[in-house]
């Protein structure tokens, strides 16, 4: 499967739309104004088209042949656009470093405009860790090409024959045998001069980048912790109304009688029945909130749909064959044939969710005939085909705005709030901002999967692989394929009938595979008496992901280490897209009590050339900290329909006091591509803390979440 095409894992952008509602190119040149523009041409598969047979929805290039451009002004100020959206990855900082090394320019003269679909080139979303290898070398192109022509204006202006002996540096141009210099504003004043460079514009080494490679503070950060920064639930227009959504009792209701006529008499309220859409709007949000609760509505319920503790025989049960990325070499008989141990084990994994910062929200405007909407989602241009759908417009009529967001993790890539807000303001000719509650957020967004995973396995005494069989059922295929060298393969990925809404969470399936390949390794290593460093690293040919694991087993002092009473470590390792993880992990338990924290973390990262050390730093630890939720206690309860804990007070994330130390190692590949970072740090959490607690109270924990109600009763 090719990387551009959608992950199977990606079930949200496969559901049929939501709601259907019985309601009956820009000039491009026009929208700036004098100096260079710079056009890049589709020749690389940039601007993805991201299209398999049969899908309810596909992801489409633009017709434009731009995927992306910048603008240099006559004032010397570079404007950079790109439907990439800032969700608390910080890309707005490395990609404005990206652009400001290529050009020449001091990062606090360069603006990105980011994710509004009338002034940025189509992109298909921020996601799959892609920001950083292609928009930040789409963009890196564009300011090359930018650069080029500066200096190609310079030399005509000054009459000088070659351009090479320009530089330019700190936005200006300099002569450097005469010392004549001019800002690059004066060099675009009063042309309007538009470049199309192709897609192997020769960049920057990184062994020569001075702004790139370096830490720079987040661009924008302090209006984040002063509070100037106004995220969508805390927009405000003239004359707004609040919007709220009328939800069914349980998934799969159907609405069978509705009552409106107290909802209508309160003053201010506007209700709306469009089919299965039931909302009201009013001036605030307690005239809101009685609205929604004087509806009279009776649901007719199913009572079929299992329950958190049977899916996973359900989950088995439900399995198709296989849904992509299956891989097999060798003979699994053969292999298992020549091996001195076998081992089979099966490893699940809970539903859990996102829990954003910012729950879904959205504030929409009608006028005119043309719907702006601003709201958080990953994916501005697929929130405007929604919405352009949803309410028979075209799409040029339907205009997205994604102000900088409250966290995401894959969680945002759909337009629900976005819809419904429209649908809501359309009715009520004015403009209606809908913010979902947090419990909204954890009943009616999607989850990520859950899953089971049996694995077979064979060894030899001296600790080489023989055979490995890999059946993940329902979870997902991202990461599936082990990074271990092993003559005799079977892997396979087996949709199955999710009982629950699900979807891309950080990783996607990367973090359950890897949880059970790096358990299921852990448990080879102990059935030959092997250290498990050892185990891995004599199955390893993949030299990157050896030198994160020898690096994070040097900084962790693995060999050093001494055991105690109560104690014990782990470590774990991954491979994806394009980044290499190795983590390790000390915990502490108390068999009595139940009672088990993890003392402390090292995690090694390699992702290529590095950008910004510091925000990728920060993405790692934050991964590192999501992660602990993920492998300790997060799990979706549901039943008949209904999510059982859809609070914070009931669903368990981490919390200030568990967060052990966290020491991070990064590995600086100048030679090597950047890759993104903002996925793979996760995978390679929880098999290390599960490693540790069967290392410090001899109980192999091969379901995730791996402690949610404390060790005590665990059995051996």
């Not at 300011?143 to 936005?171: F, K, N």
């Amino acid at each position: 499967m090719s990387e551009h095409r959608i992950e199977p894992d990606r079930y949200e952008l496969r559901e049929k739309p939501r709601y259907r509602f019985a309601l009956c190119r820009r000039r491009f040149l026009g929208t700036v104004g004098a100096g260079v523009v710079v056009l890049v041409v589709v020749r690389d598969g940039l601007s993805l088209e991201e299209q398999e047979p049969g899908e309810a929805e596909t992801l489409r290039a633009s017709a434009d042949p731009i995927s992306a451009w910048l603008h240099i002004g006559e004032d010397g100020a570079v404007t950079v656009f790109t439907g990439k959206v800032e969700v608390g990855q910080d890309i707005r900082t490395s990609l404005t470093q990206a652009v400001a090394e290529e050009l020449g320019v001091p990062p606090v003269r360069i603006t990105l405009i980011m994710g509004d679909t009338d002034h940025v080139p189509y992109d298909a979303g921020t996601f799959g860790s892609r920001s950083t290898p292609q928009m930040g070398t789409q963009l890196r192109r564009a300011a090359a090409a930018a650069r080029a022509t500066l200096l190609r204006l310079a030399a005509e202006q000054w009459g000088v024959g070659d351009a090479s002996q320009l530089a330019l540096a700190d936005g200006r141009v300099v002569h450097r045998a005469s010392g004549r210099s001019a800002g690059i504003g004066e060099l675009t004043r009063g042309r309007k001069l538009v470049e199309t460079i192709a897609a192997d514009t020769p960049l920057r080494p990184a062994e020569r980048w001075t702004v790139a490679g370096t830490p720079l503070p987040k661009v924008k950060g302090p209006d984040i912790v002063t509070g100037r920064h106004r995220y969508t639930s805390d927009m405000r227009l003239p004359g707004m109304l609040v919007g709220k959504v009328l939800r069914p009792p349980s998934f799969g209701a159907r609405l069978a009688s509705l009552d409106t006529s107290a909802a209508e008499a309160i003053p201010g309220a506007v209700v709306v029945r469009d089919g299965e859409f039931v909302g009201v709007a009013a001036p605030d949000e307690a005239t809101a909130n009685r609205a929604l609760a004087a509806l009279r509505a009776e649901w007719e319920t199913t009572s079929s749909h299992p329950s958190h503790r049977d899916v996973f025989a359900h989950l088995r049960r439900t399995a198709a064959g296989s849904g992509g990325s299956p891989g097999a070499r060798g003979s699994i008989e053969a292999g298992l044939a020549a091996a001195d141990e076998r081992h089979e084990a099966s490893y699940t994994a809970a539903y859990i969710a996102h829990v954003p910062l910012e729950p879904r929200a959205a504030l929409a405007l009608w006028e005119d005939g043309k719907l702006t909407v601003w709201t958080g989602t990953q994916r501005p241009f697929g929130v405007r085909a929604e919405l352009a759908r949803a309410f028979s417009v075209p799409e040029e009529r339907v205009r997205v705005l994604v102000p900088d967001t409250g966290s995401a993790y894959g969680g945002k890539h759909t337009g629900e709030a976005a819809i419904e807000a429209a649908r809501l303001a359309k009715a009520a000719r004015r403009p209606v901002r809908l913010v979902w509650t947090r419990e909204e957020e954890f009943t009616w967004a999607y989850f990520r999967p859950g899953g089971v995973i049996d694995v077979k396995s064979g060894v030899r005494r001296d600790g080489t692989l023989t055979a490995w069989e890999f059946h993940n059922y329902n979870s997902g295929a991202a990461g599936i394929r082990t990074p271990y060298d092993v003559p005799n393969v079977q892997t396979q990925f087996h949709p199955a009938d999710s009982p629950l809404r699900q979807g891309s969470y950080r990783a996607l399936a990367a973090t359950f595979n890897n949880f059970a390949r790096e358990t299921h390794m852990d448990e080879l290593a102990a059935r030959v008496g092997m250290d498990p460093l050892a185990f891995r690293l004599r199955n390893l040919r993949d030299e990157r992901l050896r030198a994160v694991l020898e690096a994070a087993a040097d900084r962790f002092g693995w060999s050093r280490w001494q055991p105690r009473p109560g104690r014990g470590i782990g470590l774990a390792c991954g491979v994806e897209k394009g980044g290499y993880v190795a983590t390790c992990a000390e915990v502490e338990v108390d068999r009595a009590s139940g009672r088990m924290r993890v003392v402390r973390i090292v995690e090694a990262f390699e992702c290529g050339a590095i950008v910004n050390p510091d925000g990728l730093r920060n993405q790692v630890e934050g991964a590192v900290v999501m992660g602990l939720g993920g492998a300790l206690w997060e799990a979706v309860e549901f039943e008949g329909g209904r999510i059982l804990n859809p609070r914070l007070s009931q669903y368990r994330v981490p919390r200030f006091g568990d967060v052990p130390p966290i020491d991070i190692v990064l590995l600086d590949r100048k030679d090597l591509p950047s890759a993104g970072a903002g996925e793979t740090p996760i995978i390679a959490v929880a098999p290390a803390i599960g490693n540790a607690i069967y290392a410090a109270a001899g109980v192999r924990l091969r379901s995730l979440p791996l402690v949610p109600h404390g060790l005590a009763g665990a059995a051996p």
